[in-house]
């Protein structure tokens, strides 16, 4: 269960990553980039955490996801985090990284995997991907992160 599955450009993240890791959520726009050291703290600091973060590497770290068992269930995982920096968006590496999470899920014996998004049309071409990944939309909570913005919440099944 150690093992990862065969990809060689996609590794766990090293602490060393986290300067170019910044810079690929700087270009994304997601949030600030100095919200990393907090988000990422457990998962360096931790000797058996359930989180983790991985990236994909050309020269140097190129994207990075972040994703962790959903509290309360069994074999639920939440993908909260995947971002490509612009310059190598296009590339298919968000839809590698993607299938890498689902591979690595499964061989662990996982069940689902969630992704949510905002509803913004500025985020149209984000839901784009998850559609394009096979995602199904499964949920909308209105107003969720500001007045006019909704939640989008994405569902797959990893058994299949």
Known sequence: MNQLPPNSNIRKVL???????????????????????DMIASYFDEDNTTEFWFTYVEKEPVAVAYFAPERLTSGTYNLYLIAVHADYQGKAIG?????????????????????????LPSFERTRAFYF????????????????GEDKIVFWKALSS
């Open 15 to 37: 602490y060393d990553d986290l300067p170019a890791l910044k810079a690929v959520i700087d270009t994304s726009g997601l949030f600030p980039s100095e919200f990393l050291d």
């Open 95 to 119: 839809k590698s990284l993607m299938a890498f999470i689902e591979q690595f899920l499964k061989e662990r014996g996982e069940r689902i995997l969630l992704v949510e998004t905002s509803g």
């Open 132 to 147: 394009n990944n096979g995602y199904a939309q499964e949920a909308r909570i209105r107003e969720f992160y500001a007045a």
